[in-house]
């Protein structure tokens, strides 16, 4: 089993456990009895060639399936679309390409029609690669296939580029997403840095969780004020926007500012008048904030406080996610992908995979659907990354909401001598 979670109070419960992936002694299935289909819906991820590669040769080479359908365009491609075989000839080289060769959606989620199809084409395991959204619309099949008593097997692999599903350490392509982010602020830091009064602002993606925006600021180093989703801002006034950009110039000569795609969306859609419209699959669709925050910053310190600013704004959103998978992530697509087909294999259902704790587990779907994963404002994370940029935090100590974090470590743990003391 694998623990849920590793560092827990002394006087703590021990938590949950989930099974750990890999390769059973006895597989539920034979091989010439499995019919397996891919789908894959929801935005792009670095890596999902990949794991649907890895689908494909781990069924066939490790258990000898050699009937795998690609259902195309997302979870309405299974009642509006015809299928591909996929062989390992046909996916060959594929993770070599950004993407998906399966097409992707959003929306068209219909439980009775996929299942009715599932059944029809006499499917009986069904790996189903997507976010959040997915992950939901996966237990809702796993609900119904076993309501109707039938023998299928239903996996989830979770793909996110926001990193914004809990339970699992972090998601495929994420890392991917994170260095190719840096390339973005490492050209908007070289463009400022050459000009007087140069303001780089490069928007990344991250709708309701700012981890790209975050992790891209700790690793680039020439950031110097990064906006998230997760904290308020304000642009006015003492502690403000206006007034750090302006100090910062004052002091460097340049700054450089990263923005999630979800920071701010309150004060955007309050300056716009703006209404809330959704996508297709529900979510919901997001203002600009990266030349709004740019117009508004240079209209003040051009026309309020008379200076000459150059402003650079970058936005390389769709280029992020657009990119085939680094090397460490299409390891990992590999082991998901894997973990997924001995899980399904095995006979297992209405499981997601992914790495808990470093060991990939087989965990319930509705586990990773039951809330968002979002940076924590009270976590060690975010205060590194005030650290780091010494930018403001825009929050009074006695606004931040107290949770549960581990930061006192187990109280009946060893306890180190401290300098200077004469006990441990
Ligand atoms: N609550 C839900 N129940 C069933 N299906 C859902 C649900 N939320 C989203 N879906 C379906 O999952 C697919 C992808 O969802 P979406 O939110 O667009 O992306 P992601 O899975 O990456 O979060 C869409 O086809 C959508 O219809
Ligand atoms: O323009 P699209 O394709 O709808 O995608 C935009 C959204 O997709 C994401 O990249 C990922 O969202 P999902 O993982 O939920 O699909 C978000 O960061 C972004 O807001
Ligand atoms: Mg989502």
Redesign the pocket.
């Given at each position: 089993m694998v623990a849920k979670k590793i560092v827990v109070q002394g006087s703590g419960d021990r938590g949950i456990y989930y099974r750990r992936a890999g390769p059973r002694e006895r597989v539920y299935f034979k091989s010439d009895e499995v019919r397996a289909c891919i789908v894959t819906?929801?935005?792009?991820?670095p890596g999902i060639n990949t794991v649907i590669r890895e689908i494909v040769y781990g069924l066939n080479y490790m258990y000898g399936v050699d009937d795998i359908l690609g259902i195309q365009g997302g979870y309405r491609g299974f009642y509006s679309k015809n299928t591909i075989n996929l062989t390992p000839k046909v996916v060959n080289d594929i993770h070599k390409r950004g993407g998906t060769l399966l097409q992707?959606s959003?929306g068209g989620h219909d439980t009775q029609k996929i299942v009715d199809n599932i059944q029809d084409r006499m499917i009986n395991q069904v790996y189903i690669i997507?976010?959040?959204?997915?992950q939901r619309g996966a237990a809702l099949i796993a609900k119904e296939v076993e309501r109707r008593g039938l023998q299928v097997s239903v996996a989830g692999i979770p793909?996110?580029?926001?990193n914004?599903i809990v339970v699992i350490d972090k998601s495929f392509g994420f890392d991917t997403a994170v260095e190719e982010a840096q390339r973005a602020i490492n050209a908007a830091h070289v463009e400022v840095e050459s000009v007087e009064n140069g303001i780089g602002i490069v928007k990344l993606?991250?709708?309701y969780s700012g981890f790209?925006a975050v992790f891209a600021t700790l690793a680039s180093r020439d950031v110097d004020c990064c906006l998230i989703p997760e904290s308020p801002f304000y642009l006015e006034g003492h502690g403000g926007l206006f007034q750090f950009v302006e100090k910062r110039l004052k002091e460097h000569g340049h700054i450089v500012i990263v923005v999630a795609?979800?920071a701010g969306q309150d004060y955007v859609a309050q300056s716009m008048n703006a209404t809330v419209e959704k996508?297709a699959?529900g979510?919901k669709?997001?203002l600009d904030v990266g030349p709004w925050l740019s117009q508004q910053i240079k209209d003040h310190l051009t026309k309020v406080r008379k200076m000459t600013v150059n402003m650079k704004y970058i936005d390389p959103?769709?280029m992020v996610?657009a990119i085939p998978s680094n090397a460490s992530d299409n390891i990992y697509c590999t082991l998901l992908a894997h973990s997924a087909v001995h899980g399904a294999m095995a006979g297992f259902t209405g499981f997601t995979v992914g790495p808990v704790n470093n060991r990939h587990a087989y965990i319930p779907i509705s586990h990773v659907t039951e809330r968002t994963n979002t940076v924590k404002l009270t976590d060690r994370m975010w205060a590194r990354l005030l650290a780091s940029t010494n930018q403001p935090s825009f929050i009074h100590n006695d606004e931040l909401i107290k949770e549960d974090v581990d930061l006192n470590g187990a109280a009946d743990a060893v306890d180190y001598k401290k300098i200077g003391s004469t006990s441990t």
């Open positions: 819906c929801g935005g792009l991820c992707t959003r997507g976010g959040d959204g997915t793909k996110t580029i926001d914004d993606m991250g709708r790209i795609e979800g996508d699959s979510n669709l997001l959103t769709y996610r």
